[in-house]
Structure formats: structure tokens, C-alpha cells
């Protein structure tokens, strides 16, 4: 698997980044395209609904792998 790579979102106005390896980062993208909303919408859902205890890059990870074990 690849290493992760920083990328830049922005949730509800404010910038943040997080590390993702790229089949992650391909997958969130087309989760995001399927559900019709921008990248930054559905990570800003997943930061809402996560965790505390969670980082966002794992909480990501985690709705990928849920999306697609269905």
C-alpha cells in the first residue's frame, strides 16, 4: 500500500489536513461522487459524527471501509 499523503479539506470554514494513502483517498472521492456531495461535505459529516477519541484520517478510513463492506 501506498504512504500516506497530506491533503488539504476544509470543514464548515476552517482548513485542515489529513494523511491518506491513495486507495483511501480514491475511494472517499468516489463515495463523495455516488452520494452527490463535495469532498468537503461529506468530510465535514464524518467529523461531526466521529469519535473523539478518533483522528479524522481514521474516522475516513473507517467510513470507506463501511461503505464498501455495505
Same mark, same amino acid.
Given at each position: 500500500m501506498s504512504r500516506p499523503v497530506k491533503r488539504s479539506l476544509t470543514?464548515?470554514?476552517?482548513?485542515t489536513s489529513?494523511?491518506?494513502e491513495d486507495p483511501f483517498w480514491a475511494?472517499?472521492? /468516489?463515495? +463523495?461522487e455516488i452520494e452527490n456531495k463535495a469532498i468537503?461535505?461529506?468530510?465535514a459529516e464524518?467529523? /461531526?459524527?466521529?469519535d473523539v477519541d478518533t483522528g479524522l484520517a481514521s +474516522?475516513?478510513?473507517l467510513y470507506v471501509l463501511k461503505h464498501y463492506r455495505g
Open positions: 470543514l464548515r470554514g476552517h482548513r489529513v494523511s491518506l475511494a472517499f472521492r /468516489e463515495i +463523495a468537503n461535505a461529506l468530510a464524518i467529523d /461531526e459524527s466521529r +474516522a475516513i478510513r
